[in-house]
């Protein structure tokens, strides 16, 4: 099989880079092996929260030009501070083009509320959840906070007493449906996407609505977990149409409806503009010829090679085996390609978890326009983008999806200019 270009891996970076590449007219495919970080997914995509020595940052852009000076290793760095912000500032548009609406300003962060109730600073979010411009600035001052009774991913408890240090007085709602009964039967089927399922049809979101006015007619606003939408693009607007006042979604405990909403919506877009996307299928090695990847071979189609101009490793951190940790290194299992680690196992990681990890920086060891390197040597038409990077970490800098975006926009660029040149 020939392509333009093939990219491994399909979570936000694979198909951010595939869109991208698919809008300029490149015959593309993307080859992935299964659910992306996008399933776990708030909601929200972070840009850069903090900088490596923990000091908030609510510019991102000031940050990632500071990040150039102080952390040249890190991917924003490499890509540069002047192409960061041009792509940070198309990216909006991007996901809306995508049908992914999303709220927040390109050069300020805003706080999304996390589903125990804590506010994270954050750089866009998706339209109906609850964001503020600083922690506790809610726009109401009493709020009913709607559950479904049975529903263990989402805890009003501990939202209310985040929110009460604000001085919000918090009510709770609980709902209950006959088309909720069969999924209740079996405690481990009550999940978010489940439950999304049943409020797909008109009449159980009529009938959510109906009863939300009932459970909150006492209050100024709404809370509701992200439990509505799954196949609806229309349901929060519906929804929020016959709710009487202020209607805000929270994200809960995975499955992320608005990650799996994400990763359909830019699914969908990747194969309307022609894309291919082979879903459940695993790279499992690619062939090098005069230090270019000349094919790879995957799980399914055994034999028969894909074949392209240029490659693109999107395949992840750890979580998603795009990088594995043996006892004495870190390995990119499809290429063998080099990866940034050090050498002593007991500064891998510390066991306070919420410390900063040195793992977490590891990853793939790239040049300046992300080629990916192995034995020293970078491979001329293989790019790394996303969370499988090195030089940064995702979650003390809150900065995963914007690496991803950002790595992704570049490297689309790149290989379009390759075209040119
Ligand atoms: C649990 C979790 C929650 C997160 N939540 C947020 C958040 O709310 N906001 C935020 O800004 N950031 C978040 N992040 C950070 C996250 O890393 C980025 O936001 C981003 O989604 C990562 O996308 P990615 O495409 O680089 O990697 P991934 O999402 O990991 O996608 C990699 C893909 O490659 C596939 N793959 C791996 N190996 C192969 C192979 N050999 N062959 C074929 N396919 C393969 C995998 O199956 C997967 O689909 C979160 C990260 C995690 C782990």
């Known amino acids: 099989m020939k392509f333009d270009t093939v990219i491994i891996?399909?979570?936000?970076?694979?198909?951010?880079?595939?869109?991208?590449?698919?809008?300029?007219?490149?015959?593309?495919a993307i080859v992935s092996q299964g659910q992306s970080a996008l399933h776990f997914s708030s909601g929200s995509f972070d840009l850069l929260s903090r900088m490596p020595d923990g000091t908030p940052v609510s510019d991102p852009m000031v940050g990632v030009a500071e990040l150039e000076r102080i952390a040249p290793e890190h991917p924003y760095a490499r890509i540069g501070a002047e192409r960061c912000?041009?792509?940070?500032?198309?990216?909006?548009?991007?996901?809306?083009?995508?049908?992914?609406?999303?709220?927040?300003e390109d050069r300020r962060n805003h706080f999304?509320?996390?589903?125990?109730?804590?506010?994270?600073?954050?750089?866009?979010?998706?339209?109906?959840?609850?964001?503020?411009?600083?922690?506790?600035?809610?726009?109401?001052?009493?709020?009913?906070?709607?559950n479904v009774e049975g529903f263990l991913d989402f805890y009003p408890e501990f939202v209310a007493e985040e929110f009460r240090k604000y001085d919000i007085t918090c009510r709770f709602g609980?709902?209950?449906?006959?088309?909720?009964?069969?999924?209740?039967?079996n405690p481990s089927e009550m999940r978010s996407a489940n439950i999304a399922r049943v409020f797909d049809h008109e009449r159980n979101l009529e009938a959510?609505?109906?009863?939300?006015?009932?459970?909150?007619?006492?209050?100024?606003?709404?809370?509701?977990?992200?439990?509505?939408?799954?196949?609806?693009?229309?349901?929060?607007?519906?929804?929020?149409?016959?709710?009487d006042?202020?209607?805000y979604l929270l994200p809960t405990l995975p499955p992320s409806i608005p990650g799996i909403k994400a990763q359909q919506a830019l699914q969908a877009r990747f194969r309307a503009l022609g894309g291919e996307y082979f879903l459940g299928d695993t790279v499992l090695s690619g062939e090098l010829e005069n230090g270019r990847v000349k094919q790879i071979y995957t799980a399914n189609q055994g034999n028969i090679p894909f074949q392209?101009?240029?490659?693109?490793?999107?395949?992840?951190?750890?979580?998603?085996?795009?990088?594995?940790?043996?006892?004495?290194?870190?390995?990119?299992?499809?290429?063998?390609?080099?990866?940034?680690?050090?050498?002593?196992?007991?500064?891998?990681?510390?066991?306070?978890?919420?410390?900063?990890?040195?793992?977490?920086?590891?990853?793939?060891?790239?040049?300046?326009?992300?080629?990916?390197?192995k034995e020293g040597v970078a491979l001329e038409n293989l790019y790394g983008i996303g969370a499988g990077l090195s030089g940064f970490h995702p979650v003390q800098e809150?900065?995963?999806?914007?690496?991803?975006?950002?790595?992704?926009?570049?490297?689309?660029?790149?290989?379009?200019?390759?075209?040119?040149?």
């Open 308 to 373: 392209a101009d240029h490659f693109v490793l999107a395949t992840g951190s750890f979580f998603s085996k795009g990088l594995v940790a043996t006892p004495d290194r870190i390995v990119e299992p499809v290429f063998g390609a080099d990866t940034v680690f050090t050498s002593d196992r007991s500064t891998w990681y510390t066991l306070h978890f919420f410390d900063r990890q040195n793992y977490q920086a590891f990853g793939l060891r790239t040049d300046a326009e992300l080629r990916v390197m």
């Open 398 to 421: 809150g900065c995963g999806a914007g690496v991803s975006l950002l790595s992704a926009f570049y490297v689309a660029e790149t290989i379009l200019n390759s075209r040119k040149s």
């Open 85 to 104: 912000d041009r792509y940070a500032r198309q990216v909006p548009a991007f996901l809306r083009e995508a049908g992914l609406p999303v709220t927040g």
């Open 174 to 185: 609980t709902i209950n449906f006959p088309d909720l009964e069969q999924i209740r039967q």
């Open 208 to 243: 959510l609505a109906a009863k939300i006015r009932e459970v909150a007619a006492d209050c100024e606003a709404v809370i509701l977990p992200a439990i509505i939408g799954l196949n609806r693009d229309d349901a929060f607007a519906v929804l929020q149409s016959k709710v």
């Open 245 to 247: 006042k202020p209607l």
């Open 112 to 146: 999304r509320i996390t589903p125990m109730g804590k506010s994270k600073a954050t750089w866009l979010t998706l339209e109906g959840y609850l964001r503020t411009e600083a922690p506790g600035q809610f726009p109401f001052r009493q709020v009913c906070i709607v």
């Open 9 to 28: 891996g399909g979570g936000l970076a694979g198909m951010v880079c595939g869109i991208r590449l698919a809008e300029a007219g490149e015959r593309c």
